[in-house]
């Protein structure tokens, strides 16, 4: 996985860091970003970017660094982008995990979904949360203990959203 970190308001301007060789949190030391822009991808081109008033690394350890107040896009595939509000992420950067709680918003022209807590697994393509939420779109809602979003294996730039556990829909005609 591959980090572009910049605090300066123009991306392209930012440092490129490999986490493979970067060190920083994992002898002790601390650091912490302000204002910060954080983007990766992965070799699925999964990507992110994502931006947060302060990202810093969990109980001085790396591979897991946290940020506040987030806001940014998310690409899960080439046609397929997804916005992402968020009081606090943390990313494990070992394990390409990024997970939205204290509050989540994911935001599509089609649908938004809202909840307390949801995990991005770059590594297997799927986004899931054990936690309630609820999915709103342009005719109705619906509410649900569980969400699993996967990609579809019948239209490839298409998400399936698995939603179970006390499910309740409100649909207007």
């Known amino acids: 996985m591959i980090f572009f970190v910049s605090t ?38 999964n990507s992110f970017n994502i931006k947060a008033n302060k990202i810093n690394q969990i109980d001085n350890k790396f591979p897991i660094i946290s940020g506040s107040k987030i806001t940014g896009d998310i690409n899960i595939s080439s046609q397929i982008i997804i916005q992402i509000k968020a009081k606090i992420a943390e990313l494990n950067t070992k394990d390409n995990i990024l997970k939205l709680f204290g509050g989540f918003q994911i935001i599509n022209e089609k649908y938004k979904i809202i909840g307390k807590e949801i995990f991005f697994n770059f590594k297997d393509s799927t986004i899931t949360s054990n936690q309630p939420l609820t999915f709103l779109f342009s005719k109705g809602e619906m509410h649900g203990g569980k969400i699993k979003i996967i990609k579809s294996k019948i239209k490839a730039n298409n998400l399936l959203f698995l939603i179970k556990d006390g499910v309740k829909i409100k649909y207007l005609l």
Request: no cysteine.
């Open 8 to 45: 300066s308001s123009e991306f392209e301007n930012s440092s490129l860091v490999e986490t493979m060789d970067f060190n920083i949190g994992s002898k002790g030391d601390i650091f912490l970003i302000d204002n910060a822009k954080l983007s990766g991808s992965d070799k699925l081109g």
